[in-house]
Structure formats: C-alpha cells, structure tokens
C-alpha cells in the first residue's frame, strides 16, 4: 500500500520561507517522478511543481518559479519543496503526488497518489 505523508507547512509571514516535506512508502521510489500541488478552499487544485526520478529535471508553475524549489532524496524515499519570498496567495493546503503518466505533467489527473495534504498559510 502506497502512502504519502506530508509535514512542514505552517502559518507564516509575507516573505518568510517554508520547507514541506513528503515521505513515500513506495517500494521502487526512484522509478517514480513525483509532484506538488496546492489547493486553496473552494478552488481546483493547481501545479506546484515536478521532479523526475533521478532529481535531474524539474518544473515549476510560473507563479512559483524563482521562489520554490522542489527536490528528492531518494535514498530516504523523501521529496521536498522549499518556499521562500511566500506571499498570501500562496496559502493553500499542499499535497505531494506520484506520476502515474498519460497526461501533461501539470495535470492532477496524471497522479495516481496523493497525500493528505498540509496546511500553509501566509499572512499579510
């Protein structure tokens, strides 16, 4: 059975930094690529950013880029995703997901796991 847990998220200051982290207990980490949404209330839940499987390339949603950094390490079967210059329209709760294929890589529906999510909330 596939789990991912997710920690880290907290509730933070404009500008301030964040590092989620995402435990997986897959059994064949490394032959996954893997993923970070966010969903804020009410709202569809939107790409964050991807890692392949070897860490070597990586995507970011343009309103992140710059200012998030996703990375794996898959010798612990962990992916991270450091958040600085965090603004209020970064609070939503975060979830990391394993690529399962067949769709654009920015699209939930190519995620076949999902965590359970953690808050991060930014304040003004």
């Known amino acids: 059975q596939v789990q991912l847990v997710e920690s880290g998220g907290d509730l933070v200051q404009t500008g301030g930094s964040l590092r989620l982290s995402c435990a997986a207990s897959?059994?064949?980490?490394?032959?996954?690529?893997m993923a970070w949404f966010r969903q804020a209330p009410g709202k569809e839940r939107n790409f964050v950013a991807y890692?392949?499987?070897?860490?070597?390339?990586?995507y970011y949603a343009d309103s992140v880029k710059g200012r998030f950094t996703i990375s794996r390490d898959n010798a612990k079967k962990m992916v991270y995703l450091q958040m600085n210059s965090l603004k209020p329209e970064d609070t939503a709760a975060y979830y990391c997901?394993?690529?399962?294929?067949?769709?654009?890589?920015?699209?939930?529906?190519?995620?076949?796991?999902w965590g359970q999510g953690t808050q991060v909330t930014v304040s003004s």
């Open positions: 890692v392949s499987w070897s860490g070597t390339t990586t």
């Open positions: 997901a394993v690529d399962a294929g067949g769709f654009r890589y920015d699209s939930p529906l190519r995620y076949r796991y």
């Open positions: 897959l059994r064949s980490f490394t032959n996954y690529n």
